[in-house]
C-alpha cells in the first residue's frame, strides 16, 4: 500500500491527528509556561524584603500583575520578577504625599494642616507603647494626655479648664448633648451655617434632642433679639463664627461681651482654632480674647490655623468643661494617643507650616519661585514667575487674600504632578497646583521652603512623564 497525503500529515512530528497548531501558537504556548510560579517569585529577596514592609497581600497583587503583562506578552518571561517589583505599591497605605502649591495654607481636601517636624517626631515616637495615661514615676494609672492638656491650657490662660476631643463637631455636638438635650438653644439666623460635604450645624445640634431657638435674620441680629428669646427653658446662647462666607452691607451681629451680660451661659464656636489674636488676621476670633470677653464655653479646630492635628478643643469655665468630659459621650469622641502626642508637641514647639506660611515675606516668596524658575529652564521646562494671590482657606479668614508669587507652567504637567509614573512609584510627591488662564500655577506660600527642591524634582519628573506618554500613551 501506498500512505496518502492524509496519512503522512497524520504521522508528522508533533501532530494530534487533526489540524497543525501555528508555530506562532505553540511559540506563545511555550512561553506562558515559563512564566515564574508565584512561590518562586515570592522567595526573590527583593520581593521577600517587601513582604516585610509591605504585606503578603499587596505583593502577591503585585506579582499577578506582572504575571498577567507576561500572558498579555506585554514583557517576556524573564522580566516577570523585575516588573513585580516595579509595581511595588510604595506603601502599605493608599494615601499618597502631595506638595501643597495651590496657594491655599489650610487646604480641607488636602488634609488641613501640615504638621511641623516637631509633632512628626513626637506623633512617631508615640506610634508604639507609651504613657498615654500611666505615670512612670509612681507606676500608676493618671489622667489621660495630661501633657497635651497642660500645654493647651498654657496656651490659653483664661481657660479655667481645657479638653480634647476628636474635632470641632465632636466638641458641637457634645456640648449640645450635655448641656442641652430636651431644652432649647438660643442661635442667630444668620449663623445656621453650611460648611462642606452638606454638613449643616442645625442638623448637628438637633440630632442630640435639643431645640433650637432662632432669633433675628440673616444679615441682622442684635443683643435685644437674644435677651427676648431667653427663658427658662435656655440651656445656653451659641454664637458661631460663619467662617466660610462673608455677609456684608446693612448688617449687624450682637458681641460675645453684650451675649454674656444675659442670664445664660455663653457657648463660642470660633471654628478655625487661633487661640490669640493674629495681626494679619483682625476679623478672625480667637479663644483667648472670646473667653475675656465673658464666653464660658470655646470650641475649635486643632488642624486649622493652630496648624496641629484633627482635634476638637474645648476651652472655658472649670464646671462646664468638666461636666462635658465627665458626659458618657466624651468617651465616644476622645482623641488617640497619635492625636494627643501631635497636638502637645504643636503648642509647645517651633511655630508650625502654617504659622510659617501665613507669615511669609512676599519678596521671600519672589525669591524662591525666581530660583525654582531658573532650575527649571535650565533642563528645558517652560516656567516664568507671576505674582499670586493665595488664601488661609479651611473656613478661615474668609476675603483675606495673602500676596505673594507662583510658578507658572504649561496647563498639561497638572494631571503628570498629580498622578504621573512618578507618583505612583513613590519616587516624587504628587504636587497640586491651581489653573488660572490656561497655566498651572505653583503658588509657594503654602509650598514650605524646605520642599522647595523636592517641587522642582517633581516638576522635571512630570515633564519627563508627559513627555513619554506623547510618544507612548497610557504610560504617564
Do not use: W
Amino acid at each position: 500500500m501506498f500512505a496518502t497525503v492524509d496519512d503522512l500529515a497524520r504521522d508528522a512530528p508533533g501532530s494530534s491527528g487533526g489540524a497543525a497548531i501555528p508555530p506562532a501558537a505553540n511559540a506563545g504556548s511555550q512561553a506562558r509556561r515559563r512564566i515564574p510560579r508565584t512561590d518562586a517569585l515570592l522567595d526573590d529577596p527583593r520581593l521577600a524584603a517587601a513582604q516585610r514592609r509591605l504585606g503578603r497581600p499587596l505583593v502577591k497583587a503585585a506579582v499577578a500583575r506582572a504575571q498577567q503583562k507576561a500572558r498579555d506578552n506585554e514583557i517576556t518571561p524573564e522580566q516577570v520578577a523585575d516588573a513585580a517589583v516595579a509595581e511595588l505599591p510604595p506603601r502599605a497605605a493608599t494615601l499618597t504625599p502631595v506638595i501643597n502649591a495651590t496657594g491655599v495654607v489650610v487646604h480641607t481636601n488636602l488634609g488641613r494642616a501640615p504638621l511641623s517636624a516637631a509633632a512628626i517626631h513626637a506623633l512617631t515616637a508615640a506610634a508604639g507603647n507609651c504613657d498615654v495615661e500611666f505615670d512612670l514615676q509612681a507606676g500608676t494609672r493618671t489622667q489621660r494626655g495630661k501633657g497635651a492638656l497642660a500645654a493647651l491650657q498654657a496656651a490659653v490662660p483664661h481657660a479655667e479648664a481645657v479638653g480634647v476631643v476628636n474635632n470641632n463637631a465632636a466638641a458641637i455636638v457634645l456640648a449640645a448633648t450635655a448641656l442641652a438635650a430636651g431644652r432649647e438653644i438660643v442661635i442667630s439666623r444668620g449663623e445656621l451655617i453650611e460648611i462642606g460635604d452638606r454638613f449643616r450645624l442645625p442638623d448637628l445640634l438637633t440630632s442630640t434632642g435639643a431645640r433650637l431657638r432662632e432669633v433675628g435674620t440673616t444679615n441682622r441680629t442684635t443683643a435685644a433679639d437674644y435677651q427676648q428669646a431667653v427663658g427658662p427653658d435656655t440651656a445656653f446662647i451659641l454664637k458661631v463664627h460663619p467662617s466660610n462666607y462673608r455677609i456684608e452691607g446693612f448688617t449687624a451681629s450682637a458681641t460675645v461681651s453684650e451675649l454674656a451680660a444675659l442670664t445664660v451661659p455663653v457657648v463660642h464656636d470660633i471654628g478655625s482654632g487661633l487661640l490669640a489674636p493674629h495681626p494679619l488676621l483682625p476679623g478672625e476670633p480667637d479663644a483667648a480674647t472670646s473667653l475675656a470677653d465673658g464666653a464660658r464655653l470655646v470650641t475649635a479646630s486643632g488642624d486649622k490655623l493652630l496648624g496641629g492635628p484633627q482635634a476638637g478643643l474645648l476651652l472655658g469655665s472649670a464646671d462646664l468643661v468638666r461636666r462635658l468630659l465627665r458626659h458618657p459621650l466624651a468617651r465616644a469622641l476622645r482623641v488617640d494617643k497619635l492625636t494627643l502626642a501631635a497636638l502637645e508637641a504643636t503648642l509647645t514647639g517651633p511655630p508650625p507650616p502654617v504659622a510659617r506660611a501665613l507669615a511669609a515675606d512676599p519678596a521671600a516668596l519672589f525669591h524662591r519661585s525666581e530660583r525654582a524658575v531658573a532650575a527649571l529652564v535650565a533642563h528645558s521646562v517652560s516656567a516664568s514667575v507671576v505674582a499670586a494671590e493665595g488664601a488661609v482657606g479651611g473656613g478661615g479668614a474668609p476675603g483675606v487674600t495673602l500676596p505673594g508669587a507662583a510658578v507658572a507652567l504649561p496647563e498639561a504637567l497638572a494631571a503628570p504632578l498629580r498622578r504621573g509614573a512618578p507618583v505612583r512609584r513613590g519616587a516624587v510627591p504628587a504636587v497640586v497646583g491651581r489653573t488660572e488662564r490656561g497655566r498651572l500655577l505653583l503658588d509657594l506660600r503654602s509650598v514650605d521652603p524646605d520642599d522647595d527642591e523636592l517641587l522642582v524634582a517633581a516638576v522635571l519628573a512630570a515633564a519627563a512623564a508627559a513627555a513619554a506618554s506623547t510618544a507612548q500613551p497610557g504610560d504617564a
